[in-house]
């Protein structure tokens, strides 16, 4: 069983930025794919990025070129950079990793809070 713990999430300016990270109580080697998602109020838990065990990242169309996701496998911590920050990326962010070979694996973190003010 690993645990994740997201922090870093906060009230910020729109145009500012914020560093997520998650913290996992054991290696994440064994994880291929890491990702962060995030829940706006009212709505459906979304894809925000994810990034491989070789470092691969993909990113929804709404976050390119403003955020970065990264993986630091000896600190066993994924962080997500979000710069120039707007209103509607306000949500609970939640870290993910997926291990999808046998046997197969799949943890979410409790979420992190980010407000955006106008």
């Known amino acids: 069983q690993v645990q994740l713990v997201e922090s870093g999430g906060g009230l910020v300016q729109a145009g500012g930025s914020l560093r997520l990270s998650c913290a996992a109580s054991?290696?994440?080697?064994?994880?291929?794919?890491m990702g962060w998602y995030r829940q706006p109020p009212g709505m459906q838990r979304e894809l925000v990025a994810t990034?491989?065990?070789?470092?691969?990242?993909d990113y929804a169309d709404s976050v390119k070129g403003r955020f970065a996701i990264s993986r630091d496998n000896a600190k066993s911590t994924m962080y997500l950079q979000m710069s120039s920050l707007k209103p509607e990326d306000a949500a609970v962010y939640y870290c993910?990793?997926?291990?999808?070979?046998?046997?197969?694996?799949?943890?979410w973190g409790q979420g992190t809070q980010v407000t955006v003010s106008s």
């Open positions: 054991g290696s994440i080697v064994r994880f291929n794919v």
């Open positions: 990034i491989t065990n070789g470092g691969i990242a």
């Open positions: 993910n990793a997926h291990r999808s070979l046998l046997p197969q694996l799949d943890y």
